[in-house]
């Protein structure tokens, strides 16, 4: 083995060691999502456990809706890549083998929109995402969920999710019990299923908190930190059960410090669970993720809080790419253990160590997900830009800003239409991105399909740009030029990207998921050969216009009376 290989080794291990002795939690985890859409290979999964553990990691949670193989239901996660039972023991003991805790994670209330697509489970049924409460075939498929994963995990703790279960007590329940209040229809299924999981040794099930702090709420919200339970409330949640409290989206440690306390109202110590910003993106939202979770931390800490999981959702298609999710994990195990999450040279040298990748470019990418307001729609996304039409091009950029002052109006807002600063600005805002787009074109030590993204979002975003501006004064030879090189060029990057995406998705992940991010990509490709034979066909004289860029671009919302855009 080479010396700078040995080195790198030391520098891990000695660091791991380290970990274990200053970290504030007794456990800290994540939450990786293999449900949406994206279910990552078990030998990935093992590498990631492994690179974990050496970043401070000792938990894990595997977010499973129906993404596993049930004895006797063969559309329980038909098409959707699920795992066998030999997979999942297989996990665990390398979980096992390296001192890592594996809690399973499921939904037995709602999120069950995939497998209640199929007619064998309209007996469950009671929404398109909830199943049916009190239905004694209900209850047998959550043993059989349970029973799943008592034989391939084991242990005291199961997550049963409960979170976001809309209409649980409505639909065919009302229909079939009559109208009865949510609390006690809630408080009835939760007993049953902590019934479920004692019977095969879960003794310490965990359940997401948002629907019974949303009851302790006097607006029924669950980001309330006025909220606090009512004593008779709490005193029926059952004593055993564990409350995870989730929150991605705020930034102040006094407003995590009084949530955490409502939740110690309810009855026991919250499990607490921050968000990695990957969802809905391709690459991480550090920004986000550093502002929410340096103060949840923060919070934490001063509240004498042990256990802390940071979330890696994957909502609209798990497109993010594995290596930013880690880049993430990285960064928030960096501030769990009180220590900087910028790029230094000493926590560059671990990244790179651990994930073979540059940590100063990694974190830079993040600057593709650019913020310029405090509330949302607030940011520049790099899937938007990707999939913005090249025909209907400029409405996604319509509402940019700087970001405001402490006098600006900080309600929902964009560019303001009525004053030609304001568009002066949004336009100074499109710059500025572009040059950023640039900049992260030329880094390297990151993977190279997220390096082929970036190429495309920068040919992209100039080609929109250029467009508008010539179409205004039908500048032929500009109009021109970008028929016959500028679109080329970038319908040559989406090509490249195209296929390092594909050859990445199917080196993490199984095939099943890929088939919705394929057909994205394809019309994505297919719009932009539309657009350059629209313009061939403009500058050869063969149509009079292209009425596609002849519309007039609106603002993205509609003005209150104040002349503030709402969305």
Not at 197 to 217: N, Q, V
């Amino acid at each position: 083995m080479k010396k700078t290989a040995l080195t790198a080794l030391a520098v891990v291990f000695a660091f791991a060691a380290a970990f274990a002795a200053d970290s504030t939690f007794d456990t800290l985890g994540a939450m990786i999502d293999v449900s949406r859409g994206r279910v990552l290979k078990v030998d990935y999964l093992k590498g990631r456990f492994d690179r974990m553990k050496k970043m401070g990691y000792n938990a894990v949670m595997l977010y499973t809706e129906d993404v596993f193989k049930l004895e006797g239901e063969p559309k329980w996660g038909y098409m959707r890549g699920g795992y066998t039972l030999e997979e999942m023991k297989d996990l665990k003991a390398h979980a096992d083998k390296i001192g890592f805790k594996m809690i399973p994670c499921v939904e037995t209330l709602g999120h069950l929109e995939q497998p209640f697509r199929w007619a064998e489970y309209a007996d469950v049924r009671n929404t398109g995402s909830t199943i049916l409460v009190g239905e004694e075939k209900s209850y047998a498929l959550i043993d059989k969920i349970v029973a799943f994963w008592a034989k391939a995990v084991g242990g005291t703790r199961i997550h049963l999710g409960m979170d976001e279960a809309w209409g649980f007590a409505g639909a065919k329940y009302e229909k079939k019990n009559g109208k009865r209040p949510g609390v006690d229809v809630f408080l009835d299924h939760l007993n049953r299923v902590n019934a479920i999981c004692a019977k095969h040794g879960f003794t310490e099930p965990i359940i997401w908190s948002d629907m019974f702090y949303r009851l302790a709420s006097p607006r029924h919200d669950y980001y309330d930190p006025e909220a606090k339970a009512d004593p008779a409330l709490a005193a029926r949640i059952p004593k055993n059960m564990r409350l995870c409290y989730w929150d991605y989206y705020h930034d102040r440690q006094d407003y995590y410090e009084g949530m955490i306390e409502g939740h110690r109202s309810l009855g026991s110590e919250p499990i607490l669970a921050g968000g990695i910003q990957i969802w809905s993106h391709f690459f991480h939202d550090r920004e986000k993720t550093l502002a929410t979770m340096s103060s949840f931390l923060a919070a934490a800490r001063k509240k004498g809080c042990k256990e802390f999981f940071f979330t890696l959702w994957g909502d609209d298609g798990a497109t993010a790419f594995q290596e930013v999710a880690e880049e993430g994990l990285f960064a928030c195990a960096e501030l769990a253990h009180g220590r900087t999450a910028e790029p230094t040279e000493e926590n560059a040298k671990r990244f790179k160590a651990i994930t073979g990748y540059d940590y100063r470019s990694m974190a830079r990418l993040g600057d593709v997900n650019r913020h310029y307001a405090d509330e949302w729609p607030d940011m520049i996304q790099e899937a938007s830009i990707l999939y913005d039409d090249p025909l209907f091009c400029g409405n996604y950029r319509n509402y940019l800003v700087r970001k405001p002052s402490e006098t600006t109006d900080r309600r929902f807002y964009c560019a303001h239409y009525k004053d030609a600063a304001w568009r002066d600005d949004g336009e100074k805002v499109w710059a500025d991105y572009c040059a950023v787009l640039k900049d992260c074109a030329d880094l390297t030590g990151i993977p190279p399909a997220a390096a082929a993204l970036v190429r495309t979002l920068r040919d992209k975003a100039n080609y929109e740009a250029d467009l508008l501006a010539a179409w205004k004064t039908k500048d032929r030879a500009a109009l021109t030029r970008i028929a016959e090189r500028d679109l080329p060029d970038l319908i040559a990057s989406m090509k490249v990207f195209i296929e390092l995406y594909r050859t990445d998705w199917y080196r993490t992940s199984q095939p099943f998921g890929f088939e919705l991010i394929q057909k994205r990509n394809a019309a994505a490709l297919a719009r932009l050969e539309e657009a350059q034979r629209r313009l061939d066909d403009w500058i050869a004289g063969r149509i009079p216009t292209i009425e596609e860029l002849d519309e007039t671009l609106k603002p993205f919302g509609k003005y209150n009376e104040g002349g503030v855009i709402r969305w």
